[in-house]
């Protein structure tokens, strides 16, 4: 089985440009999360689709957009880049299982690494 | 409000010393999960373990050994006989039983260098 997916790995922008980074979930996933990690603030959750929706949102400016395709792809975007932005976006998928049973376990992609100058 | 400390920045031993990772952790919920996210140079996390909050049995996997306690609310980690590939950072992170599946609460990460 193929693991998480992410396009491009490394990119470098300028300041007030926008981006767009891909995630290919495993197979089957129909959940995909996205996590922004910075050596200052660590890991943080930015947001998680299901079903093509957005089911949560981390506390990052609207700058910070996301969606998911039909078949649990998904991409999300930076607008107007910051200095701040330079970090690795991390996608992540997991299966969602009805009712309250929750698999809990999070696979991730290697990562999408963003310089802004 | 939820948090996840790991205190430890940076851990340096040498090979085949056990070693252990603190995770101390806070949430109000009864029902939570707590994970253990190995990651490499590559920079993927890869998924060590999950427990769920009613269930503090011990588990060993191999090397690895996690020691979840609720009285002081640590989720600690050892790795016994490390080994040079143990090299990576370990992230501990909590989701709570009513938010969002994709949505952990990570540590900052203990830096674990094995030298041979």
């Known amino acids: 089985k193929a693991g998480v997916t992410q396009t491009p790995r490394y990119l470098i922008k300028t300041r007030g440009q926008q981006v767009t980074l891909s995630c290919s979930p495993i197979s089957g996933h129909r959940s995909v999360s996205w996590y922004q990690q910075t050596p200052g603030q660590g890991l943080q959750f930015l947001f998680e689709y299901f079903s093509e929706t957005q089911r949560n949102k981390g506390n990052f400016p609207g700058r910070f957009s996301g969606r998911q395709f039909s078949n649990s792809r998904s991409e999300m975007n930076v607008s107007t880049l910051e200095l701040g932005d330079s970090a690795l976006y991390l996608c992540?998928?997991?299966?969602?299982?009805?009712?309250?049973?929750?698999?809990?376990?999070?696979?991730f992609g290697e990562g999408s690494r963003l310089t802004v100058l | 409000a939820q948090k996840v400390t790991q205190a430890q920045t940076e851990i340096s031993v040498v090979e085949k010393e056990d070693v252990t990772l603190d995770c101390v952790y806070e949430?109000?919920?009864?029902?939570?999960?707590l994970f253990w996210y190995k990651q490499p140079p590559s920079g993927e996390l890869v998924f060590l373990i999950r427990?769920?909050?009613?269930?503090?049995q011990n588990e060993i996997s191999g090397r690895y050994s996690w020691n979840f306690q609720k009285s002081t609310s640590s989720f600690n980690f050892t790795i016994t006989a490390s080994q040079v590939v143990d090299s990576a950072v370990y992230f501990c992170?909590?989701?709570?039983?009513?938010?969002?599946?994709?949505?952990?609460?990570f540590g900052k990460g203990t830096k674990l260098s094995v030298k041979p």
């Open positions: 427990r769920n909050s009613f269930d503090e």
């Open positions: 992540a998928s997991s299966e969602r299982l009805a009712g309250a049973t929750r698999t809990g376990e999070l696979f």
């Open positions: 992170a909590l989701s709570e039983q009513w938010g969002s599946q994709g949505n952990l609460i």
């Open positions: 949430t109000r919920d009864t029902t939570y999960y």
